[in-house]
């Protein structure tokens, strides 16, 4: 993998990650697609998005249909059929979310199948070799999240819990890595270390100390933010966390956010982005605009002719009123879920897209305000 920063405005940064199935331009924000299937659409739809890159979850696929049959299959990629690049988690976040399923010990993550019940183990090499076999372009390592506010003692555990794994997680790639030159093959995935510390900056300090010293890795990401801190507090977390990873990596932020989060985090240097917000958000009929957001189902929408969002150029709203999506709406059409997700997606899309132009411009600033006032 390759990473190239072309431009920074501030602490803002515009750059290129090269990856096996294409370029990705940052900032970038990855649609969710949990089931190898970002909801309502397939991804024909991605494609005319433009969408560079999506995130699936390895929690998910190693259960349904397994990561083997996904390996027969030929990967995620021909699998789905999406030509681009795939990141994959962890399952950290799902031992986090599954909660009363799920206990963490020394050396990985038991948990209880939401779907059948039968029991599981994850450790940091048995996560890798699922992504191996879903061949993902970027694999997040195993991590410990905690849910915040959370004790120090918690925080301190995750801390080290998540540096240990790492350090499993790096050495066993490696060696994959030399097994394959040995093959004369090259292994096209790519591995991302995961940050902690809640909102404390000793701890962040703490981990980005740990996952630096034990070499590099592809790019690092910051976990356990977004899970129940007030934003401010987030932001001011950002601020000092960002400015301990490698400036020549990719930096992602997990799981975040409205808008307004992805600018705040784009303005103190994070590269890239993923979150459930928009496609989720629109199937409930909140929609983002550049104006705002919008709840579709609102009946003064009833007999509104125009788009979605006039600034938009998306298939929705070349194609479609809001008076007709609100009524799709309302008799829970299906086709509903997947119009509203196409422009929810463009919005996200074309948000960072524009921050990068602004970047390279040099006017990211004025962006960044713009976008303050209008999701304030
Ligand atoms: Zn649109």
Redesign the pocket.
Known sequence: MEFNLQKIDGEARAGSIKLAHGEVLTPIFMPVGTQASVKALDFKDLLELDCPIVLANTYHLYLRPSDEVVAKLGGLHNFSKFPRNFLTDSGGFQAFSLGGNVKVQEEGIVFKSHIDGSKHFFTPKKVLDIEYNLNSDIMMILDDLVGLPASKERIKESINRTSLWAKEAIEYHTFKKEQFKNEGRELSNNIFAINQGGTDREFREMSARDLTSMGEFDGYAIGGLAVGEPNELMYETLSFTVPLLPKNKPRYLMGVGTPRDIIEAIYRGVDMFDCVMPTRNARNGTIF?HFGKLSIKSSRFKLDDN???SK???????NFSRAYLHHLFRAGEMSYFRLSS??NL??YLKLVRDAREAILKGEFRRLYQEICEIYN
């Open positions: 605009t788009p979605l969002d938009c150029s998306c298939y929705t709203c070349q196409i422009h463009a919005f």
